[in-house]
């Protein structure tokens, strides 16, 4: 193919650890499976405990949780480049950022949407430094949506009450009933290492080292995880959704390989030692870009809310230095501005 441009909160702690053995591979479920049988908590699949009252006592005592006055500064320069979406048949593979972890990916004839958040403002942040990428009304119809997990910049309930409620909706374990109790009737829940298809393409749903909450009585009560969207073709995209580094990138690409691009997580990260097991900073993006043994890499979950105190311009800076240290190739990272795209033609 070639390329042309067109927290975490207090819960049940659990010992770290060491990467399993070999899984099956990826079991295919039948489109709108859902399970009353889940699990009532996911806790067991946590890569880290999760903080404690010592580690809230001293987030709360140092007020790290947002840029400091001079971190702020270059939220202008944040590049946001809104255009056209680019054409994109069957053949071809076509991703827009529209800000954060939501994306349009042209893929096998579908649009997806990925953790689309269209609000101008989530719980408890700050309003977003940058505009949505994409307006809604300049969206083709939307064939399929994909949820990495529950916390509220990844699953915003104002964006999704504009889609149809008929549109599929593919979910981790334990989500569906939220879709159901808002109407959603095409809901499929999955779990790690499980599969559906639509209309020709494969949704495999895949681990990520993080966590879910929403309430204050639901923590790992649903699960977590990335997406892996592949065409009849063989091409590949990777939606991380929400990660910290770990060893289940090196997994995913033994189980996928051949990836063509890789949608990873930059940003968030700050101060290390609260985020470390939840978000992946720069460097640890492209170590995870290179375990997965991905082509490309479009950096995301940056230049939209401020979630933690790095200087907001930080995360392009490092990850461009990060990436050509690593000896790699510059036109494989697809750097975006949000609004920006980029289409692989086979």
């Known amino acids: 193919m070639t390329e042309r441009t067109a927290r975490p ?176 009737t095409r809901v499929t829940e999955l779990d790690w290492w499980e599969a559906a298809e639509l209309d020709g393409v494969r949704f495999d749903f895949v681990p990520a080292h993080h966590w879910s909450k929403r309430t204050l009585l639901d923590t790992c009560r649903s699960l977590w995880g990335g997406w892996v969207l592949t065409d009849a073709a063989g091409h590949r995209v990777y939606f991380a959704g929400d990660t910290g580094y770990g060893h289940w990138f090196a997994e995913i690409g033994r189980r996928h390989p051949g990836i063509d691009l890789a949608l990873l997580p930059i940003g968030a990260y700050d101060p290390r030692w609260w985020l470390r097991d939840v978000h992946t900073d720069p460097e640890e993006a492209v170590r995870a870009h290179q375990d997965l043994g991905a082509r490309r890499m479009a950096p995301m979950h940056w230049a939209t809310f401020v979630l933690s105190s790095e200087p907001v311009l930080e995360p392009l800076t490092r990850v461009r230095a990060a990436w050509e240290r690593a000896g790699l190739p510059r036109e494989h990272l697809w750097d975006l501005p949000v609004g920006g795209s980029r289409v692989l033609v086979p």
């Not at 990467?19 to 709108?32: D, E, H, R």
């Not at 405990?49 to 949780?65: D, F, H, I, M, Q």
């Not at 990916?105 to 994409?134: K, N």
């Open 9 to 184: 909160a207090p819960g049940t702690e659990v010992p770290r650890r060491a990467a399993p053995a070999a899984l099956p591979t990826s079991v295919l479920q039948p489109l709108g499976r859902l399970r009353p049988d889940w699990p009532r908590t996911f806790a067991g699949r946590l890569t880290a405990p999760l903080p404690g009252v010592r580690a809230l006592a001293r987030l709360a005592r140092e007020g790290a949780v947002r840029p400091r006055p001079e971190g702020l500064r270059d939220a202008p320069r944040l590049p946001f480049e809104p255009g056209p979406l680019p054409p994109a048949g069957p053949g071809t593979v076509a991703v827009t950022w529209a800000g954060h972890a939501s994306w349009i990916v042209r893929v096998g004839g579908l649009t997806v949407l990925t953790d689309p958040v269209w609000s101008r403002r989530i719980l408890g942040t700050p309003a977003r430094l940058t505009p949505v990428g994409v307006r809604w009304e300049d969206l083709p119809p939307v064939d399929a949506v994909v949820i990495s997990h529950n916390h509220f910049d990844h699953l915003d309930a104002p964006t999704l009450r504009r889609l149809p409620r008929a549109t599929p909706v593919l979910v981790p374990a334990g989500l569906g009933r939220w879709f159901l109790r808002r109407g959603f």
